[in-house]
């Protein structure tokens, strides 16, 4: 007998996708996006979020198009395949976990920060690296239970951000917003580009839960949109509020900004404040579980498909989740906090994002020319332009990034070109390419 292949349990609804993706990049509302104020200040950074606004809706609506086509925990991963075979896989797959993998440690750097803001004597690191144990244990528990409390981590968190909105409001001032509005013209806009990203980035892994939807497509469509909607409305009021509150000198290198901005409007000692503070968690919390779902199956399509070792496909006969995907994870994010800081972890994050938007909108373009046949339940509206829009815009911020942050772009390029060359000595490119060369139908991943 044929042993059937490692497979994950259909459980989700279109209101857990839209938990999971509001929760995968809530928490970028927290914190991270402020570091672009330190290199483009208040409006410079406005600008790049609106360009990469625009960015997001004219990606999610394309991409949703791959999503429901080609419905696999791989994601990009699995579109690249299809479209330019086992190496556009590669680097596929290598730029979604090095976006997915370095994400965590950087909202794990960030949980650690707000609760050393609310009890001082507890480090930073040594709260991150609990974190990550005890949110790797939860997703051990099922996709059910998981996706149940990213649905209530999320409802909590947008609940405070609105909260939060309606207090710091009637103190904002648009003469304090304008304060030092554009220091470093506009090669700030875009050296602020990865910041105005981290507002948006991991959206996509909304995908890698696409095997685990019980409605297919039309949940996949409305899991993406609705959660697009919400993050665009956030994004912008939250910006524009913490903005208005204080001189953006006093908030741009800070992990923890919006209980510091409570704590100017109320003042540090008022118990609303160490509410808003606590509060604050639910929403890193939502994102540093939900990045952990997408990453562990980000890894287990990869290893399910021979691009890493096959131990790390292994799927628990109980709950069905990929437990070895999860630990492997779980160590690398350790490692990786301890090793950066939250800035260079947000850069090297949003590299990997703005190479998986490239690679993602080239499969779109490609795909329709070779498979002009596939079936595709939703399709990218206006098409061409609005995925050549998208295309054009994550080009243009992958080039702002090499050229503003180029040590880490090349420690990123370098990666790329250490696990191709290991791809090619361990001979799996070969096996693997020997498989996509028989006859149709192709194996998908």
Same mark, same amino acid.
């Given at each position: ?8 349990k259909k459980a989700l609804k279109p209101i857990h996708l839209w ?201 996949? &469509?409305?899991?993406? /949109?609705? $959660?697009?909607?919400? =993050?665009?409305?956030?994004? !912008?009021? *939250?910006?524009?509020?913490? +903005? ?85 994870? &779980?160590?690398?994010? /350790?490692? $990786?906090?301890?090793? =950066?800081?939250?800035?260079? !972890?947000? *850069?090297?994050?949003?590299? +990997? ?42 080009l243009v911020a992958l080039c702002a990034m090499i050229y503003f ?41």
């Open positions: 007998m044929t042993e059937n292949p490692p497979a994950l938990a999971i993706g509001v929760g995968l990049v809530i928490s970028g509302e927290y914190f991270g996006w402020n570091y672009g104020w330190g290199v483009a200040g208040t409006v410079g950074l406005l600008i790049a979020t609106l360009i990469i606004t625009v960015l997001y809706f004219t990606f999610i609506f394309s991409f949703t198009e791959l999503t429901t086509a080609i419905p696999n925990a791989g994601g990009p991963f699995a579109y690249a395949l299809q479209a330019f075979g086992p190496l556009g896989a590669l680097v596929a797959g290598y730029a979604t976990l090095i976006e997915f993998l370095f994400a965590t440690p950087a909202i794990g750097l960030a949980l650690g920060s707000y609760v050393h803001f609310l009890y001082p004597s507890i480090p930073v690191v040594w709260c991150s690296v609990a974190s990550f144990v005890v949110f790797t244990v939860i997703n051990l528990l099922g996709i059910k239970e998981a996706a149940w409390f990213s649905l209530i981590m999320t409802i909590i968190a947008i609940g405070e951000l609105l909260l939060f909105i309606g207090v710091v409001y009637p103190h904002t001032s648009l003469d304090t917003f304008m304060h030092n509005p554009m220091p470093f013209g506009w090669p700030g806009v875009f050296a602020a580009l990865p910041f105005a990203i981290w507002l948006f980035v991991c959206l996509e892994g909304i995908a890698m839960v696409a095997e685990e939807v019980k409605e297919g497509s039309n949940a996949i &469509a409305k899991g993406y /949109i609705s $959660a697009v909607l919400t =993050l665009a409305f956030l994004a !912008l009021t *939250v910006m524009v509020s913490v +903005g208005g509150i204080t001189e953006w000198e006093k908030l741009d290198h800070l992990d923890y900004p919006m209980p510091e901005a409570i704590a100017i409007v109320l003042g540090r000692q008022n118990p609303l404040t160490k509410f808003f503070a606590s509060v604050g968690l639910f929403g890193l919390i939502a994102s540093f579980h939900g990045i952990i779902i997408s990453y562990s199956r980000q890894i287990f399509a990869l290893a399910r498909s021979g691009y890493l070792p096959h131990a790390l496909s292994g799927v628990s006969k109980t709950r069905q989740v990929p437990y070895w995907a999860l630990l492997v994870g &779980a160590i690398f994010g /350790i490692v $990786a906090l301890i090793a =950066l800081d939250t800035s260079k !972890l947000v *850069v090297l994050s949003t590299i +990997g994002a703005v190479v998986v938007y490239v690679i993602s909108m080239l499969s779109l373009f490609k795909l329709r020319q070779s498979q002009p046949t596939m079936l595709r339940p939703f399709k990218a509206p206006f098409y061409p332009v609005v995925p050549a829009i998208a295309l054009l815009l994550a942050y180029s040590w880490l772009s090349l420690l990123f390029f370098c990666g790329l070109v250490a696990v191709m060359g290991l791809f090619y000595v361990s001979g799996r490119y070969r096996k693997i390419k020997e498989e996509w060369e028989l006859p149709h139908p192709r194996p998908l991943p």
